[in-house]
């Protein structure tokens, strides 16, 4: 069993930055594509950032540009730097861990965080 813990949520201003953090334990993080997905109030879970055990990244066309998704295989962390931000982006952020393969929705992923909020004022 992989388990994931987000840290760096809160709340900024439009136009601020944000760094979340999501330390794994509990399996050989390396063999794992993780992704960060995001839930607004009354809206489906998106994944917004992605990175696959080789490093390749994918974003949400929403987010392109200002977010950045970064792994440290040897601290077994994974990241999301946020810029620009908008009160758009306002959302309870999970981190998701996938076992190898890349995962293309959220329901693919096996693994998740508990989640932290992240609101952007306008």
């Known amino acids: 069993q992989v388990q994931l813990v987000e840290s760096g949520g809160g709340l900024v201003q439009a136009g601020g930055s944000l760094r979340l953090s999501c330390a794994a334990s509990?399996?050989?993080?390396?063999?794992?594509?993780m992704g960060w997905v995001r839930q607004a109030p009354g809206k489906e879970r998106e994944v917004v950032a992605s990175?696959?055990?080789?490093?390749?990244?994918k974003y949400e066309d929403s987010v392109k540009g200002r977010f950045t998704i970064s792994r440290d295989n040897t601290k077994s962390t994974v990241y999301l730097q946020m810029n620009s931000l908008k009160p758009e982006d306002t959302a309870v952020y999970y981190c998701?861990?996938?076992?190898?393969?890349?995962?293309?929705?959220?329901?693919?992923?096996?693994?998740w965080g508990q989640g932290t909020q992240v609101t952007v004022s306008s």
């Open positions: 998701a861990a996938r076992y190898y393969y890349i995962a293309g929705a959220a329901y693919e992923y096996e693994y």
């Open positions: 509990g399996g050989t993080f390396s063999n794992y594509a």
């Open positions: 990175i696959t055990i080789t490093e390749r990244t």
